[in-house]
């Protein structure tokens, strides 16, 4: 599978959420190449899909979780590109944060852990409808936009 725009975005907000958290220069420097890296593939999936070198069909991908709805219900993911990117970066903070009590699980109290797994989960359901909801807006962006030429 190659990679789709949201999948892109993803790493991206993870890179930089690992740039904030670290102060070791080695990984600041190999972080700095990455981000770099994947804003220039951003750059050229953009181009190439404008420019028709990506099927329509491979422009999404998406996650299909397969999960119990009741009981782990989401708010829709909606919005322009630039809300749905910040609400990925949103989503990916708070899980930045969440998965760290899980590196010290036996510090959260008992009666926390399953409230930490299930912020977990729901977290991850959210990262994948940004993902896919990305991936749809730009689809539906170079389909319009092929329709007009």
């Known amino acids: 599978m190659a990679e789709t725009l949201g999948m892109l975005c993803d790493k991206l907000t993870i890179v930089k959420l690992k740039q904030y958290h670290t102060e070791d220069e080695n990984r600041l420097k190999s ?24 099927p329509p069909s491979r422009l999404t991908f998406d996650a299909n979780k397969v999960y119990k709805k009741e009981g782990n219900e989401l708010a829709a993911v909606t919005g322009s590109f630039g809300e749905v990117f910040y609400r990925l970066a949103d989503v990916n903070c708070r899980l930045w944060h969440e998965q760290e009590k899980v590196y010290e699980f036996e510090a959260v109290p008992s009666d926390e852990k399953n409230a930490v797994v299930k912020q977990l989960a729901l977290l991850n359901l959210e990262r994948n409808q940004c993902i896919d909801r990305i991936n749809q807006l730009f689809a539906q962006s170079i389909h319009t936009e092929k329709n007009n030429q």
């Open 31 to 54: 972080l700095a190449a990455q981000s770099s890296q994947l804003q220039e593939e951003i750059d050229e999936y953009v181009a190439d899909a404008i420019n028709g070198k990506i």
